[in-house]
């Protein structure tokens, strides 16, 4: 790695110095819009790039999804949707008792949890906008007979309290339940203190509360009527050290019109929701949001849900250990009941009923406390339940003790660790002892958690049992193959599942979440390292693909390195925050996506090396700091790019990248910094540069083919400055008050179709080169201090015109026809400039279908752009020009032409040939009518006269 570093701090010199070229003399001006496009394609002749979605595809912590993977589940038949875990444990009821069903409807429900301690973990599921170990204890109600805009509609309500055992904060959610597709427009809600997002659910974030064990948490989920509108109140109280703070953080109205009924909750045995899920209530522990899965490690309390029932609060008529509407689930989580009281205890999660119901356990537990010689898994199952491994399930230990509270019964145990023997018995009773298993060298088929430190771990290939190879309806694992917490000189190689039948979609294979030192990962898969803090030390990954890196702060000293990858690929990197070092150094590495990538104080957020095929989206650069570095690289996409009082990007001997949307910001007077920098690289795509304050938004060095598109400086000292470079494409350019707006020092440039507006001296300066083509620009107001009369300088053998057409200058001898053609400098001269600035002027063209059949889908395609719609009018904004057009429409095509010069309307009559056909059916009809009845006539003549 020392070459690597000396190497980029040699490169950072060298462009560092390059920098003196260019000097800064700007005024001051403000850019306040940050513009971010999402999903934009990238285009060239060989190679089709998009821009990630959502940038990263990051789980809210906010959305908590409905169970809808196995809707049909059972038929029409009320039953749990669990049938094993992982499942949303805690307390429900579904109008299902010892007898049969029943129905509550009610307008409160109330929980209630009593906790002494509460802790998860989680293993790292970087989709994740949070840090590990935070799960959800969801309130869950389903509200019916709300009106919306007359219609009677049923939603999902959550009440949701999102926790780390430190820190609550209070979620709700609403989901429409009467829609199929769960759709929920904007209009459902009146009013509410959040949103509707995309269309889909209700949420809204509440109050933040540091909290203390023990602690009661009670949530309410009340329904009423406000001016005639059906309302929901999320209510809530946290009882902690005998002080008690309450609330209603949310108050949701409907968007009512027609109220027959006042909304209630109900629970109902008899049907089900017409999406196939349940009218149920639940208390349940859950992953934080998404569909995840959270894995409890200690939990101590009891929980009741009461319902409003004439004026007084009372018992859930029958209860179950899990919940079915929810889609997020939990592990490790034990439960048994005494008086309509359920008690939870970190443990086996076993699905069964709890009060009332068919297939419930007794009332009480019995207790296993027995103390192990290692850290085991432990797995527990009611003894005589087959359908292996899924009757047996995780109960997490407690400093190598095996303790568990469970319903009377008789159980199987199973312990399990890396180069020990499996361990089996049962027990039915209370129980303590010490069990001793027993080392068996080089036996692997569990996964490994928490080695000791300094240990080198390689070619290891883990024969999984089965217990551990389970998933929630989300696709979100149990387990992970390794799993490490502050960890010191580890080194990983060659892991792997036997046959790699672990890995699935959403599967983690090794889960780092505190790194010391340093630490070396070589050939290896399926990484994720969430919430880690590097300080002057490195991480290395060697070899290494489909990886995630989540949620990290590298600080160094002096240009140390914070994460490297060599030869890698498939790796998604987001959150990263850089003080003082190289964060990302990217090494002969393909496919490498970044996001988010924050570099402070003398860093370099991500440099990238021999590599290709990267994206790097949505970065920050502040002073001191440089954004992107990019050496020999090949079609790397820069994507949404910040920079503050910094340079922003460099590109260095590389071919074929793309930079898109690029931001400079100078808060500095006197600022000397540029946006895009480019040296020796070639064939570079640049769209969407906006600079204000800078040196150049643009700096081009012994750099060819550049395509630079839409590139707008404000008060800097050049929009583009090209030193020595050719054939580069400059459309779209905006200047404004700049000293020059573009110079070029090179040959075969185009300049085309830019603003060039109050500089402060030329809009155009060509110091040296030939050949160089500028047309079809505007050059308003712009002067040279000492020779006003001139708005653009050019060496000799230059054109300021191509194919007659030529610019357009705002200066008084342009009006003087007596020194017609333009003269520019050095006897070069604009021969046909232009009479009217070149704004592009844009018009409305609207397309009526006429005879259109309803709900037909046709399309139009003019411009290269599609419009389909099964309306009768498609429309669209264009440039005036001229145009090509085809109508697409029941398979069949139609073409045309349109001169756009101004709005303008286009009938046009679909179904033509259907009509013709109908016309020509006439026609033959009354041909043959005609025929016929001559026939008749000449046979009805030709008898007459036979007989008279």
């Given at each position: 790695m020392n070459h690597i570093k000396l190497l980029s701090i040699f490169i950072t010199v060298i462009m560092v110095s390059s920098m003196l070229i260019v000097s800064s003399d700007s005024a001051h001006n403000n850019i306040n819009n940050n513009t971010?496009?999402?999903?934009?394609?990238?285009?060239?002749?060989?190679?089709?790039?998009?821009?990630?979605?959502?940038?990263?595809?990051?789980?809210?912590?906010?959305?908590?999804?409905?169970?809808l993977n196995d809707l049909n589940k059972g038929g029409n038949n009320?039953?749990?949707?669990?049938?094993?875990?992982?499942?949303?444990m805690g307390l429900a009821d579904y109008g299902l008792n010892n007898t049969g069903a029943y129905e509550i409807n009610t307008t409160s429900f109330a929980a209630m949890l009593n906790v002494s301690n509460i802790s998860a973990y989680s293993p790292g599921y970087t989709d994740l906008v949070e840090e590990p170990d935070w799960l959800s204890i969801q309130f869950n109600t389903v509200m019916t007979d709300v009106d919306v805009h007359g219609k009677n509609d049923t939603f999902w309500t959550q009440n949701v309290a999102y926790t780390n055992g430190k820190t609550l904060?209070?979620?709700?959610?609403?989901?429409?339940?009467?829609?199929?597709?769960?759709?929920?427009?904007?209009?459902?809600?009146?009013?509410?203190?959040?949103?509707?997002?995309?269309?889909?659910?209700?949420?809204?974030?509440?109050?933040?509360?540091n909290i203390t064990e023990p602690f009661t948490l009670k949530l309410y989920n009340n329904a009423t009527l406000i001016d005639n509108k059906s309302a929901v109140f999320f209510n809530y109280s946290i009882t902690e050290n005998s002080k008690t703070v309450s609330g209603s953080y949310d108050k949701v109205i409907f968007n009512s019109s027609k109220v027959k009924y006042n909304p209630e909750f109900t629970v109902n045995g008899y049907k089900k929701l017409p999406n196939k899920l349940l009218y149920d209530v639940e208390l349940i522990f859950g992953g934080p949001g998404g569909g995840t899965n959270a894995v409890i490690s200690n939990l101590n309390a009891t929980t009741k849900i009461e319902y409003l029932d004439n004026g007084s609060y009372v018992?859930?008529?029958?209860?179950?250990?899990?919940?079915?509407?929810?889609?997020?689930?939990?592990?490790?989580?034990?439960?048994?009941?005494?008086?309509?009281?359920?008690?939870?205890?970190?443990?086996?999660?076993?699905?069964?009923?709890?009060?009332?119901?068919?297939?419930?356990?007794?009332?009480?537990?019995?207790?296993?406390?027995?103390?192990?010689?290692?850290?085991?898994?432990?797995?527990?199952?009611?003894?005589?339940?087959?359908n292996y491994p899924y009757n047996l399930s995780y109960a997490p230990l407690t400093d190598s003790n095996l303790i568990l509270y469970l319903p009377p019964n008789s159980y199987n145990i199973t312990l399990l660790l890396n180069n020990y023997n499996e361990y089996n018995f049962t027990f039915n009773k209370n129980s303590s002892k010490g069990i001793n298993m027993i080392y068996i060298k080089n036996l692997y088929y569990t996964p490994i958690y928490n080695i000791k430190n300094n240990t080198y771990i390689s070619d290891i290939i883990i024969k999984l049992n089965p217990l551990f190879n389970k998933l929630n309806d989300y696709g979100y694992p149990v387990f992970i193959l390794v799993s490490l917490d502050n960890a010191n000189y580890e080194k990983i190689s060659n892991i792997m599942e036997n046959n790699d039948k672990y890995y699935y979609d959403n599967g983690t294979a090794i889960t780092i979440r505190n790194i010391n030192y340093e630490m070396d990962i070589f050939n290896s898969r399926n990484i994720n390292i969430n919430s880690i803090n590097i300080n002057n030390n490195s991480l290395m990954l060697f070899n290494t693909v489909n990886s995630k890196l989540n949620n990290i702060k590298i600080t160094g000293v002096n240009d140390s390195l914070g994460i490297a990858f060599e030869f890698s690929s498939h790796i998604d990197i987001s959150y990263v925050d850089v003080y003082d070092a190289i964060g990302i150094l990217s090494y002969y590495s393909n496919y490498i996506n970044e996001y988010y990538i924050n570099s402070n104080e003398k860093s370099i957020g991500s440099y990238n090396c021999y590599s290709s095929f990267n994206v790097i989206e949505n970065s920050?650069?502040?002073?001191?700091?440089?954004?992107?570095?990019?050496?020999?690289?090949?079609y790397t996409v820069i994507f949404n790019q910040t920079s503050v009082n910094t340079n922003n990007t460099y590109i260095i001997d590389s071919q074929n990248d793309y930079v898109y949307y690029l931001f400079g910001y100078n808060e500095t007077y006197y600022g000397c910094y540029i946006g895009l920098i480019n040296i020796f690289s070639d064939n570079l795509h640049i769209m969407n540069v906006t600079t204000t304050n800078f040196a150049a938004g643009v700096y081009d060095y012994k750099s060819n083919n550049i395509s630079a598109n839409n590139i707008i400086s404000y008060n800097g000292i050049y929009s583009i400055y090209i030193y020595k470079s050719d054939n580069n494409y400059i459309n779209r350019i905006s200047g404004y008050k700049n000293g020059i707006s573009i110079f070029i020092y090179g040959d075969y440039n185009t300049v085309f179709n830019s603003t060039f507006e109050q500089d402060q001296s030329y809009?155009?300066?060509?110091?040296?080169?030939?050949?160089?083509?500028?047309?079809?620009?505007?050059?308003i107001s712009n002067n040279n201090n000492s020779i006003n009369e001139i708005q653009a300088f050019s060496s000799p053998d230059n054109y300021f015109n191509v194919n007659s057409i030529g610019n357009y200058w705002s200066n008084e001898h342009y009006y003087n026809s007596s020194v017609m053609p333009y003269y520019i400098s050095n006897n070069v001269f604009d021969y046909h400039p232009l009479k009217e600035p070149t704004y592009i002027k844009t018009s409305k063209v609207t397309f009526i279908a006429e005879n259109l059949n309803k709900n037909t889908a046709w399309s139009i395609t003019i411009d290269n752009k599609t419009v389909t719609s099964t309306n009768d009018i498609i429309s669209f904004n264009l440039p005036d020009n001229t145009y090509s057009y085809i109508i697409t429409e029941n398979g069949k095509n139609y073409t045309g032409n349109i001169n756009l010069s101004g709005n303008k309307n286009v009938y046009i009559e679909l179904h033509?040939?259907?009509?013709?056909?109908?016309?020509?059916?006439?026609?033959?009809?009354?041909?043959?009518?005609?025929?016929?009845?001559?026939?008749t006539v000449f046979t009805f003549i030709r008898s007459k006269n036979k007989y008279d």
């Open positions: 971010y496009i999402k999903n934009s394609t990238l285009n060239s002749n060989s190679l089709n790039l998009k821009s990630p979605n959502k940038s990263i595809n990051k789980i809210p912590y906010y959305e908590y999804i409905p169970n009320v039953s749990p949707l669990y049938n094993y875990s992982p499942a949303p904060i209070f979620i709700d959610n609403i989901w429409n339940f009467t829609a199929s597709n769960l759709y929920m427009p904007n209009s459902t809600i009146y009013s509410g203190n959040g949103i509707v997002s995309s269309n889909e659910y209700y949420y809204s974030i509440g109050p933040e509360i018992n859930i008529k029958s209860a179950y250990d899990y919940g079915s509407d929810s889609g997020e689930t939990s592990s490790g989580i034990s439960a048994y009941y005494s008086n309509e009281t359920e008690y939870l205890h970190n443990g086996p999660a076993l699905l069964y009923g709890l009060w009332n119901t068919r297939n419930e356990v007794k009332s009480g537990y019995i207790k296993l406390n027995d103390t192990l010689n290692v850290n085991a898994f432990a797995f527990a199952g009611i003894n005589g339940t087959k920050t650069a502040y002073t001191g700091s440089i954004n992107n570095i990019l050496l020999n690289t090949n809009g155009v300066d060509i110091y040296s080169g030939n050949n160089n083509y500028i047309y079809f620009n505007n050059f033509k040939d259907n009509l013709q056909n109908y016309i020509n059916y006439i026609y033959l009809a009354i041909i043959i009518s005609v025929i016929v009845i001559l026939i």
